[in-house]
């Protein structure tokens, strides 16, 4: 998953927000260090701490990079669990009911899809897109 990020330049530093994420910014003194703020704001934005009923935007794919505006890549583990959470909540399902549609016998075995250290077997993968038809791999890894 790729967000834009308009980057702006301020006396000898520079600054960035996120275009979909209202309330992302961040600054840098470099451009690469500028780089890697964005790529740390945007996972910190994204992880949604337990509980959590807000849902973030997903990425605005008719917006192009130039010159002021660039793409940072989320970080896969972050994505694949925020995909997991956001097909949920589209369903409007909890996490009780969408382990149990997905054949898992205790709760925490989902829960730990929806946790960015999740590692998911192939078996679980086609478990996730026969409950979540809409979920992609690709789109969660920026493919």
């Known amino acids: 998953m790729k967000y834009h990020f308009k980057v702006h330049k301020e006396g000898k530093g520079f600054w960035a927000e996120c275009i979909e994420l209202s309330g992302c910014f961040t600054e840098g003194d470099s451009m690469e260090e500028l780089r890697e703020n964005m790529q740390e704001a945007l996972n910190l934005y994204i992880e949604e701490p337990k509980g959590s009923k807000k849902l973030a935007a997903l990425p605005d794919d008719s917006i192009s990079s130039s010159r002021n505006i660039v793409e940072i890549q989320l970080d896969p583990s ?48 086609s478990r996730i897109k026969k409950v979540f038809p809409n979920f992609s791999v690709d789109f969660a890894l920026g493919c």
């Open 78 to 125: 972050i994505a694949f669990a925020f995909m997991v959470r956001y097909n949920r909540i589209q369903q409007g399902l909890t996490q009780q009911e969408a382990a149990d549609r997905l054949g898992f016998e205790k709760i925490y075995s989902y829960q730990r899809l929806e946790n960015k250290r999740c590692n998911p077997t192939l078996k679980i993968l």
